[in-house]
């Protein structure tokens, strides 16, 4: 009989071989044509192995999505944030998690992922600039979100599929001189300085 150690193991190779090859699967074709049994030959396991771990493509999807949300709140653990990341820290972490990032990257990423993960960024800069949302009304307010949200991810998704060259406070600069400033703040040479692109 196997020691709970040994199955522990085994059952961590079993999630990691499903969750490989659904990162591969993902970069060739839309999540709704990857089938539960091409994920399991492709990972070299039976439909039942797979059933006891996740209920199909989307449930494993969501669960990658929830180790990448657990990332985060580790590290704000860590570095003692007091729940808040600078931008340049989050895009770090993004980098150090590259491969659960390959749900949002390449033609076939997932844009619902990647916007709700966005989302949380944007709410961000509209607490930090609270003064100058202050006397929006609410239903300007709410576009703004939607503007932000839209402008995160897409900057995002574009770092991700470039394959992550440039460095995450250059990243984290654009985003920031763009979401204050719109496209002026790069006319009018109002960029951000790295030590403000929080």
Not at 34 to 39: A, N
Not at 60 to 65: A, D, G
Not at 139 to 167: H, N
Request: hydrophobic share 35%; charged share 30%.
């Amino acid at each position: 009989m196997d020691s709970p150690k040994r199955e522990d193991k085994r059952v961590k190779n079993t999630r990691q071989a499903i969750r490989n090859s659904f990162l591969k699967l993902i970069v060739e074709k839309p999540i709704e044509r990857i089938s539960v049994t091409e994920l399991c030959r492709d990972a070299g396991v039976n439909r039942g192995t797979f059933y006891a771990h996740y209920t199909d493509a989307y449930d494993l999807r969501n669960s990658l999505e929830t180790e990448l949300y657990e990332a985060v709140l580790s590290r704000m653990k860590e570095i003692g944030t007091s729940g808040r990341l600078t931008t340049a820290q989050m895009l770090d972490l993004l980098r150090e998690n590259q491969e659960l990032c390959g749900i949002f990257s390449g033609p076939h990423g997932d844009m619902e992922a990647l916007t709700r993960f966005s989302r949380r960024s944007a709410a961000k800069y509209v607490e930090m600039n609270e003064e100058r949302f202050c006397g929006l009304n609410g239903q300007t307010r709410e576009y703004i979100d939607e503007m932000l949200v839209a402008s995160i991810a897409t900057l995002i998704k574009c770092w991700f599929d470039s394959g992550m060259r440039e460095p995450a406070g250059e990243i984290a600069e654009l985003l920031g001189t763009y979401c204050l400033h719109g496209l002026s703040g790069f006319m009018t040479g109002r960029r951000l300085p790295l030590s403000n692109s929080d």
